[in-house]
């Protein structure tokens, strides 16, 4: 069972490319094809939003403990006001000052390592953040951002179907490997003190 948040939603868009390309539209997009890539894996997706919702992140991480997800990835886009450059992929898991989720660091890292290693995204890395979808959820948690959309030519891509599909893949394959890893002994899938 693996919980998708696209994030954002109607009463909060996101960030907007420059054609106008809205982060939470595209989010909503991304996660339906993350879906259909784990159902074909025998996966059981639970999506956390419908296209016309705007849970809040507390609700949403609430729905995830719910049904007792086994992992969750949260989409979103990243984006930089001033400089349209900017570009890469970059995943974030659960951590702050003293304190990280080492199973959720686990997944950023490899979902980070499908995203740039196969659609060939500028590495932005992985990194701890403390926000409501990582922080209040009971699984291992990543937010993904695998391109800027403020970033012409990523927003340009973000358009095209077959792209959104590759980046699902990628996600989907990073997720696998995270559990296969975990099924052999040498991963945690819950965010424990000894995980």
Excluded: K, W
Aim: net charge negative; hydrophobic share 35%.
């Amino acid at each position: 069972r693996v919980a998708i948040d696209p994030g954002h939603g109607p009463g909060d868009p996101g960030i907007e490319g420059p054609t106008g390309l809205r982060e939470g539209d595209v989010s909503v997009l991304l996660a339906g094809e993350v879906a259909g890539e784990l159902e074909e894996r025998g996966a059981r997706p639970l999506l956390l939003r419908a296209p016309g919702e705007d849970p809040s992140p507390t609700d949403r991480a609430v729905r995830a403990n719910a049904q007792d997800a086994e992992a969750c990835v949260s989409i979103h886009l990243n984006g930089h006001l001033t400089d349209g450059g900017a570009e890469g992929s970059s995943c974030y898991y659960y951590g702050r000052e003293g304190t990280h989720s080492p199973a959720g660091r686990r997944l950023a890292d490899l979902v980070q390592e499908e995203l740039t290693g196969r659609l060939g995204l500028v590495d932005g890395r992985t990194h701890p953040l403390s926000v409501a979808m990582l922080r209040e959820t009971r699984m291992p948690a990543v937010q993904v951002e695998p391109c800027f959309i403020t970033n012409p030519r990523e927003e340009r891509l973000l358009r095209e179907p077959g792209f959104r599909r590759d980046v699902a893949v990628a996600i989907v394959r990073g997720v696998e490997r995270f559990f296969r890893a975990a099924t052999a002994g040498t991963g945690a899938t819950s965010r424990t003190a000894s995980s």
